[in-house]
């Protein structure tokens, strides 16, 4: 099959990933006009608008949605027939990653990313959202390109590598009346608590464990996240048992302290994790080794 005749095929999983022409056209490299007449072919080959424009995006049409599995199997054996490995080059690269991670992870992992990302690939933009039950989809079907933190449960199809481990510790105030520099079993369980629930954090291990052992917290707030645990902690006499990258990214900024939890728990393992549909994707190679450099 003639190059073009591919070009076809990723602008129309591009615009099916994305839902948006301009979008697409950033992430595969070529001028919006150039995709534009692509779909335009697209439509004339498929008898059908493929695409409609609303105020989500560019919604696939039924005809879209039962073509798209037969497009992708086409875009793969083509690039194995081609058998030249597409080379991804970041430093002229426009192409914008799509992310899922905790939010723990967007404070203690994204500055980072970003400085990398400015000497390596400036013109690369990152679309971050929220580790969900809904992330294995959206890695399987191209809608995020990686997901990093805590999911142990992804079934067959996905590939993993560990960045780091985590275990946790137990955040203070530094001006906490009743706690000094050493955390008992006793106070953990008389002092107040703010809980998060948060997914890809590991912090059910936490709960699972301390109810095991029998070990109960006041628990007086819980939150959605962790933005806003330290300074919380800060201000108030509150306890929090967090990740310990967490608390050490927060303690430089935050008038707290980091405190061994007088109670063993689990450690546990951050991960990059991705779909095997895109295991041999050279920007998708180029990104990972990007995390592992800079987190392993």
């Known amino acids: 099959m003639k190059r073009f ?11 099916y990933k994305t839902r948006n022409v301009t979008r697409a056209a950033d992430n595969l490299g070529l001028p919006q006009s150039t995709v534009s007449l692509g779909l335009g072919k697209l439509r004339e080959h498929f008898n059908d608008r493929l695409f409609s424009r609303t105020a989500k995006g560019m919604e696939p049409t039924p005809r879209a949605e039962n073509a798209i599995e037969d497009v992708r199997r086409a875009i793969q054996a083509l690039q194995h027939a081609l058998a030249d490995q597409p080379v991804f080059d970041p430093a ?5 990653f799509r992310i899922c991670m905790t939010d723990i992870s967007e404070i203690v992992l994204v500055p980072r990313l970003l400085n990398y990302l400015r000497e390596h690939g400036p013109g690369i933009r990152v679309d971050i959202s929220k580790i969900s039950p809904d992330s294995p989809a959206e890695l399987a079907d191209g809608r995020v390109d990686l997901a990093v933190g805590f999911m142990p449960h992804l079934e067959a199809g996905f590939y ?7 275990h946790f510790v137990c955040l203070v105030s530094s001006r906490h009346p009743r706690i000094q520099d050493k955390l008992s079993l006793e106070a953990l369980q008389r002092e107040d608590h703010v809980l998060v ?6 912090h059910a291990i936490v709960d699972k464990t301390l109810a095991r052992e029998g ?11 962790f933005l806003g645990v330290a300074r919380i902690v800060a201000q108030t006499e509150l306890l929090a ?3 310990y990258r967490y608390g050490a990214s927060m303690s430089g900024s935050e008038d707290i302290r980091m405190l061994p939890v007088p109670i063993d728990l689990p450690s546990f393992q951050v991960k990059q994790h991705w779909h095997e549909r895109y295991h041999a994707d050279a920007s998708n190679r180029w990104l990972r080794q990007a995390f592992a450099d800079l987190f392993t």
């Open 5 to 15: 005749d591919l070009e076809l095929l990723l602008v129309f999983d591009e615009i």
């Open 92 to 96: 002229g690269s426009t192409r914008e």
């Open 160 to 166: 993993q590598q560990v960045l780091f481990d985590q």
């Open 197 to 202: 629930r948060s997914s890809g954090t590991g």
């Open 215 to 225: 070990v109960e917290r006041r628990v007086v707030l819980q939150l959605p996240s």
């Open 241 to 243: 048992i967090v990740p």
